[in-house]
């Protein structure tokens, strides 16, 4: 029959001539015929239904094995430079100042943080940043100290303010004001530029929610705190006679301060690690 010629063939190709020489040529004992004949593999046939079964559990488990790889972690470490500019037009030494011409300087700030992903719209992040500010005061009057103890002593019964408010001065040159309101005798020099810089380090803890989300950009808003460390608080008088000297210090900036946070944040992705965040 068919069947018998099929398997006749199928020992002929593993070097037998038929399956009764294969147990003949082996015919010691039963158990040598058992063992010869457990290790010839016939072959396994599958049905249809057996084989559309298989293909769907392959294809759920490539499923699983892709969805894990490609799962985003819940940690993620960024790091952001972006320039820092004070919007307002005050003096933030002084109020003393606000009738001079003030500049505000444009400065860079950086930082990294670190965020931890709650759900795919929520997220908690903390991080260390560097921020710098810088404004500039022109047309500013000097004087010295020796000048400034003649003043307070002519003028004592009139009031007249001596030192600008919030100076802390450390050197022998100090800020005349109501420079008009004294002899041209008094001045050091007249037409300077004095220039503040702060530096802090600050350090936020805050809470991201996703509001929208389409392919690249999302917007998200954004809650929570930063504490602040002051690490540089310089005042300097600069002019075109004697160049640049530190005068002093601010004196209403505090070593330490903690401020609340809140903000919308729009993000361009350009990939999965660069993107434009305005916030």
């Known amino acids: 029959t068919e069947f018998g010629d099929y398997w006749n063939n199928y020992y002929s190709n593993l070097g037998l001539n038929s399956r009764n020489e294969k147990l003949k040529s082996n015919s010691i004992d039963g158990e040598n015929i058992a063992y010869q004949a457990s290790q010839v593999k016939l072959p396994v046939v599958k049905n249809d239904d057996e084989k559309f079964l298989e293909e769907i559990l392959l294809e759920e488990e490539t499923r699983h094995i892709t969805k894990e790889t490609t799962k985003t972690p819940k940690l993620a470490i960024s790091s952001f430079v972006s320039p820092t500019l004070l919007l307002d037009s005050k003096s933030i030494l002084s109020s003393t100042f606000n009738a001079n011409t003030l500049q505000n300087d444009i400065t860079v700030s950086y930082g990294a943080k670190v965020s931890y992903i709650i759900t795919d719209n929520i997220k908690v992040r903390a991080g260390i940043a560097k921020i710098d ?101 310089e005042i300097d008088i600069t002019n075109s006679t004697s160049g640049k000297l530190k005068i002093g210090e601010a004196s209403n900036v505090n070593n330490t301060s903690f401020s609340a946070n809140g903000a919308l944040k729009f993000e361009y992705l350009f990939n999965n690690k660069i993107g434009i965040i305005n916030s």
């Open 133 to 233: 500010l810088a404004q500039n005061t022109n047309n500013i009057t000097t004087s010295s100290v020796s000048n400034m103890s003649s003043i307070n002593a002519i003028h004592s019964d009139n009031n007249f303010a001596n030192n600008p408010e919030n100076i802390k001065y450390t050197s022998e040159i100090s800020i005349l004001n109501n420079a008009e309101d004294f002899p041209n005798k008094y001045y050091l020099s007249a037409d300077n530029k004095m220039n503040q810089k702060l530096e802090f380090v600050e350090i936020p803890i805050e809470i991201e929610l996703n509001l929208f989300k389409h392919k690249r950009f999302n917007i998200s808003a954004i809650g929570g705190g930063s504490y602040f460390i002051l690490t540089k608080n």
